[in-house]
């Protein structure tokens, strides 16, 4: 029995490209050719065609079907690396499942950064936008703690500062810096890696900084960037004498 490439291929459950790709790669040998030019594959073409798309199902790289070819069979080895690379998958996939159905559940955008979805509801969209800078900022720790902050973020005045716009008065803006400082000091305390983030972050300290400065600068308005400066300074202060005020009570 003979089979033209296009028989072959259907045979196996393949295409006729894939055969032209395996023969280019070495993994299947050229046939005989009959008298008018075109090829007749055997079987055991179709045996080792068939071996091929065995390890391809498997997730066996076909660098590796080549070095299994030569040796008679895959190492042991390249079949443990390929079982951890399907671990990783599934366990991927099984992430990507819970996500979709708390998305579907709650309705809330899909591309809601993961982990996010319960604090979607009271996210701005610059908000949404610098979590996702974020995951590429720190490290998992870091991300479970901003997580468990946006989901007690109710206070109104994260939502006047979600709304403020780039020409609000003097007053608008320190009225707002000044209720929005103690919820900064706050996160400071509950939080205190916020106040030297070096240990938690997954990307080197001066591309981190660098990164934050330009997607905030890009993310916010002029108002809003400057009434967060404003509470981050006041912050720091209400902190710094809330320390002082318990080394009074308890002196050394």
Known sequence: MAWSTRELAE??????????????????????RRYNGYKQY???????????????????????????????????????????????????????????AVILRDGVPADTPAGFESAAGHLSAADTSLIHVYTRLYDDDALKDLQRMTETDTDPANAEMDALPPDADEATRQSLAERLAPLIAQKLIDYPWLNNPAERLSKSEHATQQTFIDAVTELYNTAQIDVLTRASILAHQQLGLVRAAEDDTNPA
């Open 11 to 32: 045979l196996a459950g393949t295409t006729v490209n894939t055969i032209r790709h395996y023969h280019r790669l070495g993994l299947l040998e050229d046939p005989e």
């Open 42 to 100: 055997g079987v055991p073409h179709l045996v080792c065609l068939l071996r091929i798309r065995r390890l391809v199902e498997l997730g066996v790289p076909l660098s590796e079907i080549g070095v299994a070819k030569s040796n008679k069979d895959v190492p042991l080895e390249v079949l443990r690396q390929v079982d951890a690379q399907l671990a990783a998958e599934m366990e991927r996939l099984r992430r990507a499942r819970s996500d979709i």
